[in-house]
């Protein structure tokens, strides 16, 4: 018989056992490929084989048709599990533990299912995280091309977590599918939050189950899940696309002086990046108290959310010099006589807080919104009328019947009569194409071009090509043939696509360029001419019909409309729809009323000549849409051909982005800069007339910058003009753009931060508001014609006082297939 110490020792010994056993499993994060063997996803990351937490059912393992160019990894995305019965995973979980849960989908062909058919629902833990839910409808609407649904469950008793699946009996033929799953055991991130509307009356969210619909890092770049802290892996995203109205404030970066000292917040509350980057309004008072910041983010009705707020001061040090009013959804949330003061709040610079907002959303006319404000205090007579703010999160609680599923997005009226046509189908290249960091270097000429274009020669025409495309072109790098060009009238376009941008007939293309008359010719370029035209009796647009002979072929035309109609942002010109119709391809995009950008830096007719002011607000304006390129869409695209004549200006000189016929896509930029061949016309700035040392107009410029000699070679309309702290500040940042290195090359968020500071010098400077420059551009170019007329042909004419044609200065344009 065994001794009672040994007795003890054995039951010693299995706790600790079995403590140890527990450990192991559930403080560890899980990611499971599903219906795979596993593998490591593009960043490293380690995903395993669902199928030993999947309780014994009937499932299919099934592969996608083709590979969505916005997804950075095949890894979860590639193969799905797919039930078409209720199916049950079963995880061991630790008692008093929160966890996270994402789940993520991508609504592809799945060999014998149509994503379109799928419905179900999933409950976790007894709450429904989602019901009668469609993937494929859900990214329709969103226009994305995959979902990940985030949520946090409360800490639990049971030692078993069962997520289960469960196809919708509403649907013929209906199944689920899960494509992988993630559980992340997370510290209690949650505590007591002011009632927004309820005098004095908080809600006590620590035991809330909720869904995370929105994480934003204001004012900074995405940051990825490897970049999280706490290993919590989040994402969080640009906050440009939420912002409202034309108001944008400044975004900037902490000085290098600054540390982030968390003191008694813990580190996992949100990365570094989150409160070393923050947007505030602007340095001219008279301005900023005259508007709101605000940011709009769509949510389901009839629910609470927890709106968190984070904040950082990292410009100043003291009480009362920057003081401001919250308010969430038109509601006092810290307003006067407690408006908020993150220096008082948090004791110093550097450290950061949040704070946290309950609202309710009912189910009104318009209330699938919430809406948050600042403005500055006047009343607490701060040193500087601003705001500032760092992050935002807004999170679901689930109600009383322990739900949390919100209906399916409602798809617009064109998304339905796309879906009632007859479906047709291609199959796309499956191949993903790697991201780079060209873009930034790339703007870097271009920002220099604002300041150097004094043509040193009287008679010399612009450095710029003139056979670009005026419009955007989005295509992957293999080129169809002039053949291609005469296949059937069956669309190359998934039904996706089809769905999220018009469908013109050939008659109304006719119609709306008046058959194609050349008095309506605005531009040329590889795929073909473009059109000024008005559809739907007033609108005006730009139409760029397919050349036959051109060998930007269907490839090309089928890329361009599958990828930008899921892009859209201010500062990028937008794809409203295509026509593939009687073997004639066009694309439809918005008109850009005053051109390019290179016509008013060159066209010596043109009257007026923009101020300092307004080349900045432009190139600002264009780094905006770059920045959204590389770290706001839901995939990294690297433009690699900006210069000024893909740059184009709306009627209110608001600069977009155009021509991504030569852009790649790939994984975020956060995992390191990425070298990748800039592409696009030779130069893109030279003049072989000047002498040897000059002909590379931005090496000329290093010479000079190196040398202090930069205002020699300022465009003489701009002399004496621009304020040297701001010169300074934007000569080296063009120079740092144009470092032979990638690894010193600034990222689009910090030459936007540098480009948005250099404004801010020259306002203080000259004592005046943003915007002033724009109406003096305004009052010497409305009401000509002529002048605009002239402006949208600068692709295909070369000025009339050039002793130099466009081929001796480019001479690749003798051959004009290609780029």
């Not at 007795?7 to 706790?15: G, P």
């Amino acid at each position: 018989m065994p001794s009672t110490n040994s007795v003890c020792f054995l039951i010693c010994f299995f706790v600790i056992f079995n403590a140890l056993h527990v450990l192991s499993i559930n403080l560890k994060p899980l990611a499971l490929d599903c219906g795979s063997n596993g593998g490591k996803d593009e960043d490293g990351r380690t995903w395993e084989s669902d199928s030993k937490f999947l309780l014994p059912t009937d499932s299919t393992q099934v592969q996608a048709g083709y590979q969505d160019p916005s997804l950075s990894s095949s890894i979860p995305y590639m193969k799905a599990r797919i039930f078409k019965s209720p199916a049950t995973y079963q995880f061991p979980v630790k008692t008093q533990q929160r966890y996270s849960i994402r789940l993520h989908f991508y609504p592809s062909s799945y060999s014998n299912f149509n994503a379109s058919n799928s419905f179900f629902s999933v409950v976790a833990g007894g709450i429904t995280l989602l019901s009668n839910f469609s993937a494929a409808i859900t990214c329709q609407a969103l226009t994305q091309a995959y979902l990940i649904k985030e949520y946090s469950l409360a800490a639990m008793d049971p030692e078993v977590l069962n997520i289960t699946f469960t196809p919708s009996t509403n649907f013929s033929n209906s199944f689920a599918f899960v494509n992988g799953i993630e559980l992340i055991p997370i510290p209690e991130i949650f505590g007591t939050a002011n009632l927004v509307g309820f005098n004095d009356q908080t809600m006590d969210a620590t035991t809330q189950n909720v869904q995370i619909m929105y994480r934003v890092n204001v004012g900074g770049q995405y940051i990825a899940p490897s970049n999280d802290s706490g290993g919590l892996q989040r994402s969080w995203y640009d906050d440009s696309p939420y912002l409202f109205g034309a108001a944008m404030g400044v975004s900037f970066k902490a000085a290098d002086n600054v540390t982030i000292t968390y003191g008694e917040l813990p580190e996992y509350t949100a990365p570094v990046d989150v409160y070393k980057t923050a947007r505030t309004m602007g340095p001219t008072a008279d301005v900023n108290k005259q508007f709101n910041m605000t940011w709009l983010f769509q949510v389901d009705a009839n629910f609470t959310y927890i709106v968190r707020l984070h904040f950082c001061e990292i410009l100043f040090t003291k009480v009362n010099q920057r003081v401001f009013n919250i308010y969430v959804n038109n509601q006092s949330a810290q307003v006067d006589p407690n408006p908020a003061d993150i220096i008082a709040w948090a004791g110093a610079q550097g450290a950061p807080i949040y704070k946290d907002y309950a609202i309710i959303v009912n189910d009104k006319p318009g209330d699938d919104m919430i809406q948050v404000d600042m403005s500055p205090s006047k009343p607490s007579k701060p040193e500087y009328l601003d705001i500032i703010l760092n992050g935002i999160e807004v999170f679901k609680m689930s109600d009383a019947n322990k739900n949390l599923a919100g209906p399916n997005p409602q798809p617009s009226d064109l998304l339905l009569k796309a879906e009632r046509e007859p479906k047709r189908t291609f199959k796309p290249n499956l191949h993903i194409i790697g991201s780079a960091a060209g873009g930034a270097a790339v703007f870097g000429l271009v920002a220099a071009l604002c300041i150097v274009v004094y043509k040193r020669q009287k008679h010399l025409p612009g450095t710029e090509t003139h056979t670009s495309s005026w419009l955007p072109i989005y295509g992957k790098s293999n080129s169809h043939t002039a053949a291609s060009r005469s296949t059937s009238q069956s669309s190359h376009l998934s039904n996706l696509a089809q769905g999220l941008c018009r469908h013109f007939s050939w008659a109304e293309m006719k119609q709306a360029t008046k058959n194609f008359d050349e008095s309506n010719v605005i531009g040329v370029g590889g795929f073909g001419k473009v059109y000024k035209g008005v559809i739907d009796g007033t609108t005006k647009v730009a139409i760029k019909r397919s050349n036959p002979s051109s060998e930007q072929g269907v490839n090309e035309f089928q890329t361009e409309i599958e990828m930008l109609s899921k892009l859209r942002h201010k500062h990028l010109v937008s794809l409203i729809g295509f026509c593939e119709d009687g073997g004639e391809m066009c694309l439809v995009y918005d008109y850009m009323a005053r051109g390019t950008l290179r016509e008013h830096i060159y066209n010596s007719k043109l009257k007026t000549h923009l101020p300092w002011k307004q080349r900045l607000d432009i190139c600002i304006g264009a780094a905006r849409g770059l920045h959204y390129l590389h770290t706001g869409a839901k995939y990294t695209i690297i433009h690699r051909d900006v210069k000024t004549t893909n740059i184009l200006l709306d009627e209110n000189w608001v600069a977009k982005v155009s021509d991504f016929g030569l852009s790649k896509t790939g994984p975020d930029m956060n995992t390191g800069h990425v070298s990748t061949v800039v592409k696009g016309s030779f130069g893109p700035a030279l003049n072989t007339n000047l002498p040897k040392e000059q002909v590379s107009l931005a090496d000329w410029a290093l010479f000079c910058q190196k040398r202090g000699l930069l205002e020699d070679i300022i465009d003489p309309h701009l002399k004496g003009k621009i304020n040297p702290e701001c010169l300074k500040k934007f000569a080296d940042t063009a120079e740092k753009c144009l470092s032979d290195h990638g690894i010193e090359r600034p990222s689009m968020g910090d030459v936007l931060w540098n480009l948005e500071f250099a404004l801010q010098l020259q306002e203080t400077a000259d004592g005046s508001k943003r915007g002033t420059s724009t109406n003096e551009v305004n009052d010497g170019l409305e009401g000509s014609s002529n002048n605009r007329n002239h402006s949208q042909r600068s692709e295909v004419e070369i000025n009339e006082e050039s002793d130099l044609s466009t081929t001796e200065i480019f001479p690749q344009i003798s051959n004009p297939k290609g780029r």
